[in-house]
């Protein structure tokens, strides 16, 4: 398996720490494949890359606190009310 890192979805990864616990399959595919030290280096090196590729991907979204182009800012002034 050259690739290991295309056979995971990115949700997958999302929940891998990069610590090689007994409970993450992608952990215990790299330390299967290339030994528990070696195997780690490169489940870190593959991390890394693949939460770089989940920001680039998420980066082309809406963008954060803009107005609505012609849209009115809410609130304005208030009418006076009549004392009586």
């Given at each position: ?43 870190n090196d593959d ?21 609505k182009a012609g849209?009115?800012k809410a609130g ?9």
């Amino acid at each position: 398996m050259a690739d290991l890192k295309e056979k995971f979805s990115r949700k997958q990864w999302k929940h891998c720490c990069g610590k090689g616990c007994k409970n993450c399959e992608i952990a215990q595919t790299y330390t299967a494949e290339h030994g528990r030290k070696k195997g780690l280096e490169k489940l870190n090196d593959d991390r890394a890359e693949m939460t770089k590729r989940k920001k680039k991907a998420a980066a082309g979204g809406k963008k954060a606190g803009g107005k609505k182009a012609g849209g009115k800012k809410a609130g304005g002034k208030k009418k006076a009310t009549v004392k009586k």
